[in-house]
């Protein structure tokens, strides 16, 4: 995943891959242009901002919704991220990073995500250990169901 332009920008970028991911749009599109038309589809500044980037989690929720797909929230433990990483697609976000990232699915006992922020954040790269989410949670995951 390309970095994202702007530190509050996590939620929009998790967004487009997610929508990118699933051949929903956005294919023949150059990333920094899909992803000012998913941000500007979430909402500036009323769902996404420089002060507090994602509003809320329905935000997240209602983007990928008006892209035809349909998104859940739970929280959950590292072990469920894990079942849930295998199958779908979506977003993570651990409360402790305040930062989305997208599920890319599991990478032997890791779920292995697209991270927009710098190499590291927070000790994360492409994929968080059962260790680094017990740290940094609680974790919220935002999964695609399927297409509406």
Known sequence: MPLQAYDWTCSVCSCT???QATDTA?????????????G??????????PTYGSMSAQCVIDTLGAYGLI??????????????ARIHTGTINPQGMYHYMALRG???PNIWVA???????????DTLSRDQF???????????????
């Not at 956005?26 to 998913?38: F, G, K, N, S």
């Not at 017990?134 to 509406?148: D, F, K, M, Q």
């Open 17 to 19: 891959w997610v929508i």
């Open 26 to 38: 956005y294919q023949d599109t150059d990333i920094y242009e899909a992803r000012t038309a998913v």
């Open 40 to 49: 500007t589809q979430m909402g500036y500044p009323s769902c996404v901002n």
């Open 71 to 84: 998104a859940r929230q739970v929280y959950v433990t590292f072990d469920q991220a894990y079942a849930i």
């Open 106 to 108: 599991v990478s032997g």
């Open 115 to 125: 991270n927009s922020a710098s190499p590291g954040y927070m000790g994360v790269y």
């Open 134 to 148: 017990n740290a940094l949670g609680p974790v919220s995951v935002i999964y695609v169901e399927s297409r509406a």
